[in-house]
């Protein structure tokens, strides 16, 4: 499974990125302006210290206007991926620039079938919001399994990025689930690596060891 991580803000980029496990990363509005930094300048930021897919969001919820920005997008860096939401003028706009070789990101998918129209429109990437739908008293990774068994039943080659992800758990659902890509906040990443036993364990072997050989210098 790849991992993408899901933010604007450089310095957790940076951090992730130094780790040597970082894949790609995935920003939206709500993420932008939490930073309050120029959109366009942030992602060419991001785009020089990560080689893989960054996904840009546009702003405009227009075929025409989604075409526009998302073309525009499409000239920050080589390795942009334009992220439009899986609305019926989305599917569109996804279609139109997939035909122009502009890789997309459908985001905002709450339904099986609509990954099954994203995948049919060209789309590069499919992000289903499984925490959001855990909110609302669901269970988010059904639509994982479900859109996993659809893209296999038919082989669509579209990728099956799990979003919304809350903590380590959902990570590890959706591991075993199949989905291709997980993105994830800093801060679950910090997480998955965060087991008492690990830092008691090391604790224990630095102990032992200074004890043996610290009194013979
Ligand atoms: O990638 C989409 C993600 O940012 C949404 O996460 O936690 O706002 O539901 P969340």
């Avoid at 990125?17 to 939490?34: F, Q, R, W, Y």
């Avoid at 035909?99 to 995948?119: H, I, K, P, S, Y």
Wanted: aromatic fraction near 6%; proline fraction near 4%.
């Amino acid at each position: 499974m790849e991992l993408y991580i899901d933010t604007a803000n450089l310095e957790e980029i940076r951090q992730a990125h130094e780790m040597g496990v970082l894949d790609g990363v995935t920003t939206n509005p709500s993420l932008i302006a939490k930073e309050g930094v120029d959109y366009g300048r942030r992602l060419a930021e991001i785009c020089e210290v990560v080689p893989g897919p960054v996904s840009a969001e546009v702003i405009a919820t227009d075929f025409d206007g989604m075409l526009r920005e998302g073309r525009d997008r499409a000239t920050i860096a080589q390795n942009i991926v334009v992220k439009l939401p899986t609305t019926a003028e989305g599917i569109r706009a996804c279609k139109a620039l997939s035909d122009e070789g502009v890789r997309c990101n459908m985001t905002l998918c709450f339904q099986a079938l609509q990954a099954w129209l994203a995948a049919k429109a060209g789309a590069f990437l499919i992000s289903p919001f499984i925490g959001r739908i855990d909110d609302v008293g669901q269970d988010g990774m059904d639509l994982i399994h479900q859109i996993r068994q659809i893209y296999d039943n038919y082989g669509y080659p579209t990728k099956l990025l799990a979003a919304s992800i809350r903590h380590p758990k959902h990570m590890l659902d959706c591991a075993l689930a199949g989905a291709d890509v997980a993105t994830v906040p800093f801060s679950v990443i910090r997480q998955i690596l965060k087991h008492p036993l690990t830092d008691i364990g090391l604790e224990r072997f630095i102990r032992d060891y200074q004890g043996a050989f610290a009194s013979r210098k």
